[in-house]
């Protein structure tokens, strides 16, 4: 039977309703609410997500915010299972009764769930897969990232988001978007665009264009040392981005009590560079020289 579901970090709360439940409402005429950043997706641009994904019969998904469900029950009938995490109350009230057997609606927001208790029944790695409201993309992503750090959970995730965004997760060093995102994120992961959406692809159209990304994780690229200071460093050093790496260094090698011009030596990098140049494995390098 498909079950909706209340999870939180504590415990978990199921809850059954039927056609005649007059706390439903039909997804279909549920009015998108801005406060949730919600823009469903029209069917059409949903059948290239589902061709895009290359799904199999024993995959599972976890879907972050089914909406009105239309991916959802395109997706279902290719795969093992679909568990679907969706904020508003209402939609997850009335999913339940629109999707196939193989189809789990949870209740809750994403950035709370606690993924011990969500994937404690699933066969491990899942796939993810979501259109992820613009204003908490990128809490969401890296979210992801950290569970990723944290055991072999998920083998890839594929999420809708600002072109802008998605623009700064796949550029290389040198281009104007690189930067903390791009190096946190491709050092956990690999990064492919697989589809350019335009505001007409979803209802309400948003004011501007979205992209499908792909992140398909593996092992750390390069061997860090200690994960908080690397992603320590990244940001400070990409605050000063412009600034050669000698004094952009200053402020964190100043906070370690190191001495900036001794770490890029012992790191191999030459100190007028800028941050903006560095690869993964320079950053990796830096990383460990400050520690």
């Given at each position: 039977?498909?079950?909706t579901t209340t999870k939180t970090k504590s415990h978990a709360r199921?809850?059954?309703?039927?056609?005649?439940?007059?706390?439903?409402?039909?997804?279909?005429?549920?009015?998108?609410?801005k406060r949730f950043g919600q823009h469903f997706l029209e069917s059409a641009w949903v059948d290239k997500l589902v061709g895009a994904l290359q799904a199999s019969p024993t995959d599972t998904f976890i879907e972050i915010g089914p909406g009105?469900?239309?991916l959802t029950l395109a997706l279902a009938p290719h795969v093992a299972?679909?568990?679907?995490?969706?904020?508003?109350?209402?939609?997850?009230?009335?999913?339940p009764r629109r999707v196939?057997?193989?189809?789990?609606?949870?209740?809750?927001?994403?950035l709370r769930t606690d993924f011990d208790q969500l994937l404690r029944d699933l066969e491990l790695p899942v796939r993810v897969v979501g259109n992820l409201p613009y204003n908490v993309a990128?809490?969401?992503?890296?979210?992801?990232?950290?569970?990723?750090?944290?055991?072999?959970?998920?083998?890839?995730?594929?999420?809708m988001l600002q072109k802008e965004v998605a623009d700064r997760l796949c550029a290389a060093p040198g281009m104007a978007g690189y930067g903390a995102m791009a190096i946190q994120v491709g050092l956990l992961a690999d990064v492919d665009r697989l589809l350019t959406l335009p505001p007409g692809a979803f209802r309400p159209p948003p004011k501007v264009t979205?992209?499908?990304?792909?992140?398909?994780?593996?092992?750390?690229?390069?061997?860090?040392?200690?994960?908080?200071?690397?992603?320590?460093?990244?940001?400070?050093?990409?605050?000063?981005?412009?600034?050669t790496l000698a004094n952009a260094l200053r402020p964190l090698a100043d906070a370690r009590h190191k001495i900036a011009s001794?770490?890029?030596?012992?790191?191999?990098?030459?100190?007028?560079?800028?941050?903006?140049?560095?690869?993964?494995?320079?950053m990796a390098r830096l990383a460990r020289a400050v520690l």
């Amino acid at each position: 039977m498909t079950k909706t579901t209340t999870k939180t970090k504590s415990h978990a709360r199921r809850r059954r309703s039927g056609p005649d439940d007059p706390q439903r409402e039909r997804p279909d005429r549920h009015r998108a609410r801005k406060r949730f950043g919600q823009h469903f997706l029209e069917s059409a641009w949903v059948d290239k997500l589902v061709g895009a994904l290359q799904a199999s019969p024993t995959d599972t998904f976890i879907e972050i915010g089914p909406g009105q469900g239309a991916l959802t029950l395109a997706l279902a009938p290719h795969v093992a299972r679909v568990v679907a995490v969706e904020i508003d109350r209402d939609l997850a009230a009335a999913l339940p009764r629109r999707v196939p057997p193989n189809v789990e609606i949870v209740l809750g927001d994403f950035l709370r769930t606690d993924f011990d208790q969500l994937l404690r029944d699933l066969e491990l790695p899942v796939r993810v897969v979501g259109n992820l409201p613009y204003n908490v993309a990128s809490p969401i992503l890296f979210r992801l990232l950290h569970a990723a750090q944290h055991g072999r959970r998920f083998r890839d995730a594929t999420l809708m988001l600002q072109k802008e965004v998605a623009d700064r997760l796949c550029a290389a060093p040198g281009m104007a978007g690189y930067g903390a995102m791009a190096i946190q994120v491709g050092l956990l992961a690999d990064v492919d665009r697989l589809l350019t959406l335009p505001p007409g692809a979803f209802r309400p159209p948003p004011k501007v264009t979205s992209a499908v990304v792909q992140l398909r994780f593996r092992e750390p690229r390069a061997e860090v040392g200690d994960h908080q200071v690397f992603e320590d460093l990244v940001r400070s050093l990409f605050l000063q981005r412009r600034k050669t790496l000698a004094n952009a260094l200053r402020p964190l090698a100043d906070a370690r009590h190191k001495i900036a011009s001794q770490v890029l030596d012992l790191a191999g990098l030459d100190p007028i560079r800028r941050p903006e140049t560095l690869t993964i494995e320079d950053m990796a390098r830096l990383a460990r020289a400050v520690l």
